[in-house]
């Protein structure tokens, strides 16, 4: 165990993963013969550059890595089919940056596109005066006493770059110009701020995702853990007196944690509709079946496939679930309308 240097930690650069945890937290400095777990943070060094060559910092900004650079990370798996698939090793070994936002675990597998993964050798974990590591559970938002629920719409999607993110800021965007107050939250996913920053350029009043809850990823973790992040966010942001809730579940419905959330009574039950954004036509067609058959109230696809005419005749002409574009969902007549909302007494606000 070190003392560790406050200008070291303010030297650093910081993930924005580990953004929650406050500085004057950060006392002292385990040395390896601690094991991590998911969610410790951690002093890296980098060794040699990957497929990740900027780290995001709690501002949204990209900075770029050398090698030398010491970064401050947070333990976790992670799971993304055009990325990595990476889990958080027994040690404090030499490993992997898997993941811009910040996230340090050891590369199994990854897309051959990529170079492959960032090289760190982690110096410690960070710990506080007790000598106890950090942890981001530590700092998660604290549960607020159960509210009504308003209208609350989920984004499913097939897979990374369906247009899930791009679907949900059009949500957003449609009912803030309808004058409601709009929350928007992530349940799942590898932690990083594009999305976040996107929902609230859109005009979320709000905007939180799973690491305000204290998860790094939610890549491994239980459906019971995964209800617990969905009731803190959403009640977080009934709290700031949000009228309508937008719902974005990363990957697609075959990843492990979204395919529970997808056949969850409870979760489906906290839902006033679901949305699907796909890449193709089949993909279009046969998500919106399954989440049908799960018992979601279907909305309508869309996503990148809409961007082509020819898939989306292909999709109207296989599905009874509507194919709905960018445009519409921005239309605040169109979507207050289409969700039923003009039909119902939720109060709106500016």
Request: net charge neutral; proline share 6%.
């Amino acid at each position: 165990m070190k003392i560790l240097d406050k200008n070291r930690i303010r030297n650093a650069k910081r993930a924005f993963s580990t953004r929650r945890v406050p500085i004057c937290a950060m006392r002292t400095l385990l040395l390896p013969d601690r094991t991590p777990k998911v969610g410790d943070l951690v002093l890296a060094r980098v060794t040699t550059l990957g497929s990740h060559k900027r780290i995001e910092l709690p501002t949204g900004r990209k900075a770029q890595l050398f090698p030398g650079d010491e970064v401050m990370l947070a333990y976790g798996n992670r799971y993304a089919p055009d990325q990595y698939e990476a889990y958080v090793p027994d040690a404090l070994e030499p490993c992997h940056m898997v993941a811009a936002g910040g996230l340090a675990a050891t590369a199994t597998a990854w897309h051959d596109r990529l170079a492959g993964p960032t090289e760190i050798e982690p110096v410690g974990l960070i710990g506080d005066v007790e000598h106890e590591p950090l942890n981001l559970a530590d700092y998660a938002i604290a549960p607020r006493p159960a509210r009504p629920l308003p209208p609350i719409f989920a984004v499913f999607g097939t897979s990374m770059n369906a247009g899930k993110t791009t679907t949900a800021a059009s949500l957003v965007k449609g009912f803030r110009l309808a004058g409601y107050k709009v929350g928007a939250a992530k349940i799942t996913g590898t932690g990083a701020g594009g999305d976040l920053w996107l929902m609230r350029d859109s005009g979320a009043a709000m905007a939180l995702d799973f690491t305000d809850a204290g998860h790094p990823s939610t890549f491994g973790i239980s459906l019971k853990a995964l209800m617990a992040i969905a009731s803190t966010l959403t009640q977080a942001l009934v709290s700031e007196g949000c009228s309508v809730i937008v719902l974005e579940i990363a990957d697609g419905l075959y990843q492990e944690e979204t395919a529970a959330l997808a056949r969850s009574t409870p979760f489906t039950g906290m839902l006033s509709g679901t949305f699907f954004a796909a890449n193709d036509a089949m993909g279009a067609v046969s998500g919106a079946a399954h989440l049908t058959g799960n018992g979601h109230t279907m909305m309508g696809i869309t996503g990148a496939m809409t961007r082509s005419p020819l898939a989306k005749r292909e999709t109207a002409a296989a599905s009874p679930v509507p194919v709905l574009s960018i445009e519409e969902l921005t239309n605040p007549g169109f979507i207050i309308h289409w969700t039923g909302l003009d039909a119902q007494r939720y109060a709106a606000a500016s």
